[in-house]
């Protein structure tokens, strides 16, 4: 019926020829019948620059991975992608013999210290009894500071492995050795990505999760080499479709491919309804 309505009042206005600059006058019946809808066009301040392709990105010092330390088989992952976890959270269980041989280096280095922690205090006392050489005591002394740089060292495996201070410590205490550690979120975050799978075999280094805070986020803007002059540090940005606004950190000074200038800003309000990777049209103030 709408088609039949537009067609009669098409066929009436070529009846009559109109000039261009002449109006065809509608009613606000004949307009409501034919589905004519009008909006305001928005009006753009001077200095302002709409319709600019962006990416939003996580800013790098907000982006962590979680990694295996040492050749692995991931046994349970307890965390999924997009999923907010807390700093300290358990992500993931791994078990392999080369977490038992890093505990067990462990505790026979603790093991030598002590021993030589106390031959370093009877060759200290022999000496000051002049019993013995110095160069005795200094050649103890030597070697006890190695033992404790060793001693040290281990420590610090264990807890690149992921091992938190007190899990070290009840091992030291026990002597019991695990097959298994569980790696932990280094901070309150999303989880945006997950690359193992339970049952896989990892080497030294291999990621488990991509884990990063999405507050504030980075918006890389792609702007044309033509307007490079009229954007500087500082100014305002707007998304006005996500209602999120921010400021301009840094314009680029090399030119891309599609004649761009790559301008970074820093949103700090509407982030969260942002995503990483999202394809957004900024304005620039």
Known sequence: MRCLRVCAVLAVASLSPLHAAEVLPLSAAQIQSLGIETAQVAAHREGELPGLPAQVVVPNNQMHVVSSPMPVMVEQMFAAPGEHVGKGRVLARLQGPAIVEAQRMFLQAGTQLRLSRDTLSRDEQLFKEGIIAESRYRATR????????????????????????????????????????????????????????????????????????????????QLPIAR??????????????????????????????????????ELSSGTERLYPGQFVEATVV
């Open 142 to 221: 030597s070697q006890h500071a190695e033992l404790s740089a060793a001693y040290a060292e281990r420590r610090q495996v264990l807890r690149l492995a992921g091992m938190s201070e007190a899990a070290i410590t009840r091992l030291q205490s026990s002597g019991v050795l695990g097959s298994a550690i569980e790696m932990a979120s280094p901070i309150d975050g999303v989880v945006l990505e997950q690359m193992a799978t339970a049952g896989q075999r990892l080497e030294a280094a291999s990621p488990l999760y991509k884990v990063a805070r999405l507050d504030p986020l980075w918006l890389d803007i």
């Open 228 to 265: 490079q002059g009229m954007v500087a540090e500082g100014d305002r940005v707007r998304l006005p479709l996500q209602q999120a606004a921010g400021k301009v950190l840094s314009v680029g000074h090399g030119v891309s491919g599609n004649q761009t200038v790559l301008v970074r800003a």
